[in-house]
């Protein structure tokens, strides 16, 4: 079964830091383009970032140089570290999977949810 | 960045009506870049429509996605109960990868 779950967020103070991570089931992460998005309390979905195939990597304007996309390929896991995190940083973050053949996203996780408030 | 407009914000029908929900972007999109998503409360989202009029795996036939150029459709031909939701178009592009409407409300009458 094709599968996401996310684990790692928490409630942190303005200015912390967070590592979320994704754990892959019934599929290869390295073989597919892998993103997060998040949706903050009772809003609408932002994508945040993403992970190519070959390993590069893009980012929302908003997350740009405080968050960093990576992956684990032995692990079959994609991660987020969140640094810098303030107020509208608060959200759940979707752990996704971009369909191979076309545009749009086929797979999501259940989410983790990251609270920032001091 | 290309804004994706819903409307209406809110929808409110009775099952077995029919419900057209309408996102239009702010600069031509292309047909096959074009998706739209249903979540329910407490859900992640899922995915309905790709390129604009493709359904996807699994996806009822009571559901289907029209449009081109900004202007594009998702119409439920006859609301079932589990059809109340939340509905986010989505289309992609160069950078940010993906932008999402703000999504349209399809609550009971």
């Known amino acids: 079964e094709v599968q996401l779950v996310e684990s790692g967020g928490g409630l942190v103070q303005p200015g912390g830091s967070l590592r979320l991570s994704c754990a892959a089931s019934g599929f290869t992460v390295s073989s597919n383009y892998m993103s997060w998005v998040r949706q903050a309390p009772g809003k609408g979905l932002e994508w945040v970032s993403i992970i190519y195939t070959g390993g590069a990597t893009s980012y929302a304007d908003s997350v740009k140089g405080r968050f960093t996309i990576s992956r684990d390929n032995s692990k079959n896991m994609v991660y987020l570290q969140v640094n810098g995190l303030g107020a509208e940083d608060t959200a759940v973050y979707y752990c996704t999977r971009d369909n191979y053949y076309y545009y749009g996203i086929d797979v999501w996780g259940l989410g983790t949810t990251v609270t920032v408030s001091s | ?109």
């Open chain 2, 1 to 109: 960045e290309i804004v994706l407009t819903q409307s209406p914000g809110t929808l409110s029908l009775s099952p077995g009506e029919r419900a057209t929900l309408s996102c239009r972007a702010s600069q031509s999109v292309s047909s096959s870049h074009l998706a739209w998503y249903q979540q329910k409360p407490g859900q992640a989202p899922r995915l309905l429509i790709y390129g604009a009029s493709n359904r996807a795996t699994g996806i009822p036939d009571r559901f289907s996605g029209s449009g081109s150029g900004p202007d594009f459709t998702l119409t439920i031909s006859r609301l079932e109960p589990e059809d109340f939701a939340v509905y986010y178009c989505q289309q992609y592009g160069s950078s940010p990868r993906y932008t999402f409407g703000q999504g349209t409300k399809v609550e009971i009458k």
